[in-house]
T-cell receptor, first 112, second 115 residues
């Protein structure tokens, strides 16, 4: 029979608009979070990170927001460009340890 | 630095054959991770090493999978015997130990197809 693949949530945005990608985590002991971008045929690439003692961090065109109360992480991309089209993963590390665990990913599609 | 280097980039093998995937971490990084990515299960952590010592291998699917890190600059992931359900992209990543606030860098992956 046909196998069922992992259903990736997809966000479709117009070029130039802002994008918001969300991630929920379950472990309240997670203390370091990273957003990765994965383009087709490539390995995940670091975008931005945030520690649990912060609630916001900004980079170039990207902002990560952390809400520990509801265990929610978001990645905001300003002025989304076609080159931003990829799958985005949030990852977490627990208790200053070393095990990096990934969420399921969100596919971002940018329409020209 | 050339980043994390994985070989081969693509591997096609017949069921029952032994497969060995190779990884060279970034120089100076003392943590190394092996991940498997499939459509069904996403990105799964198989095993990670700290200072060449396996720390957590709870993600290794079964005894057919084994990983070694004989020195700080080389690791292997071996599947013996391979099965069609092992078909996936296998990623290696490295990181600077347990220092908070340092991300893991990924290789380009090895796409394994078992027929």
């Amino acid at each position: 029979g046909e196998s069922v693949g992992l259903h990736l949530p997809t966000l479709s945005v117009q070029e130039g608009d802002n994008s918001i990608i969300n991630c929920a985590y379950s472990n309240s002991a997670s203390d370091y979070f990273i957003w990765y971008k994965q383009e087709s045929g490539k390995g995940p690439q670091f975008i931005i990170d945030i520690r649990s003692n912060m609630d916001k961090r900004q980079g170039q065109r990207v902002t990560v927001l952390l809400n520990k109360t509801v265990k929610h992480l978001s990645l905001q991309i300003a002025a989304t460009q076609p080159g931003d089209s990829a799958v985005y993963f949030c990852a977490e590390i627990v208790n200053a340890g070393n095990m990096l665990t990934f969420g399921g990913g969100t596919r971002l599609m940018v329409k020209p | 630095d050339a980043g994390v280097i994985q070989s081969p980039r693509h591997e096609v093998t017949e069921m029952g054959q032994e497969v060995t995937l190779r990884c060279k971490p970034i120089s100076g990084h003392n943590s190394l991770f092996w991940y498997r990515q499939t459509m069904m299960r996403g990105l799964e952590l198989l095993i990670y090493f700290n200072n060449n010592v396996p720390i957590d291998d709870s993600g290794m699917p079964e005894d057919r999978f084994s990983a070694k890190m004989p020195n700080a600059s080389f690791s292997t992931l071996k599947i013996q015997p391979s099965e069609p359900r092992d078909s996936a992209v296998y990623f290696c990543a490295s990181r600077t130990g347990t220092v908070p606030g340092t991300e893991a860098f990924f290789g380009q992956g090895t796409r394994l197809t078992v027929v």
